[in-house]
């Protein structure tokens, strides 16, 4: 038995331990193998929980949708406004917005008689810049995959030997992480960041990121496909389809996707 079926072992037992749970489940990587795990180790006493707000894409939470029906999970999907806290898009809008996100699941547990809800960190994230970790830390939310100990590759790798759709999906964070902080950010803008980060994914560049600076769409896409994504305007027209989406200027940052590079300093 190799290290990794160790640790996933490891897991079923951590999960088990719970006897019941709510899982913060957003249909991404990690949630999706987090919420398979636990109905292997829970069966019906499990619960998806979803949040469904203007800024979570609405393909993804289809995407989520469609996944929980396909393991005959229960999906709770918790319909939520756009928080008045984050309409500025503060510097700390992660913590915020966990904080705000799962006092929910909390509120739902607690109303389906269920003393856990796990959300899935893993070992890599503890040393990236997430704010919203504190949150989670705050409220006393569980996540199995740092107690057993998993890293990201290793969720991929398990993910794909399960063979879940999800496996070898890019990592994707909310639409706040497209806009400028402390800027205030509008529902319309949202739809257009959606809409054209939706075009491109179409168009073959599956990890991507529009940043939205007001009449310009900052299209940041893998360094090494920046040669394909001239070819691809030609083909696809993006200039013309992303100024129809109510953009002045489209641009291609030559430096690359960047995570987080909307924090960065000039």
């Known amino acids: 038995m190799d290290e990794l079926t160790l640790k996933y072992n490891r897991l ?40 469904a707000t203007p800024y979570v894409p609405q393909w993804e939470q289809g995407e989520a949708k469609e996944f929980a029906q396909k393991l005959g999970v229960e999906q709770v999907r918790l319909e939520m ?10 510097q700390e809008h992660c913590y915020t917005c966990k904080k705000i996100l799962f006092t929910k699941l909390l509120e739902l547990a607690k109303q389906r008689n269920v003393e856990h809800v796990l959300e899935g960190t893993n070992i890599d994230d503890l040393s990236d810049y997430r704010p919203g970790i504190k949150a989670l830390r705050e409220l ?82 893998p360094a090494e496909q920046l040669q394909d994504f001239i070819k691809a305007n030609e083909t696809y027209d993006v200039n013309h389809t992303l100024k129809g989406f109510g953009y002045k200027y489209v641009t291609l940052d030559l430096g690359g996707y960047q995570m987080g590079s909307l924090n960065m300093k000039a």
């Open 12 to 51: 079923l037992e951590i999960l088990a331990e719970t006897g019941g749970a709510v899982v913060a489940f957003s249909g991404g990587v990690d949630s999706s193998l987090l919420l398979f795990a636990a109905r292997h180790a829970l069966g019906d006493k499990v619960i998806a929980a979803s949040i």
């Open 140 to 221: 006393e939310i569980r996540s199995p995959f740092v107690e057993a100990g998993l890293t990201k590759a290793e969720i991929r790798e398990l993910s794909r030997r399960f063979d879940l759709p999800t496996w070898d999906k890019p990592s994707f964070a909310c639409l706040l992480s497209r806009m400028p902080v402390d800027t205030e950010v509008t529902d319309e803008a949202l739809r257009q960041v959606e809409k054209a980060e939706v075009f491109l994914m179409k168009a073959g560049f599956l990890a991507v990121r529009v940043r939205h600076h007001g009449e310009i769409a900052r299209i940041e896409i």
């Open 81 to 90: 406004e756009f928080p008045a806290e984050l309409r500025t898009n503060p």
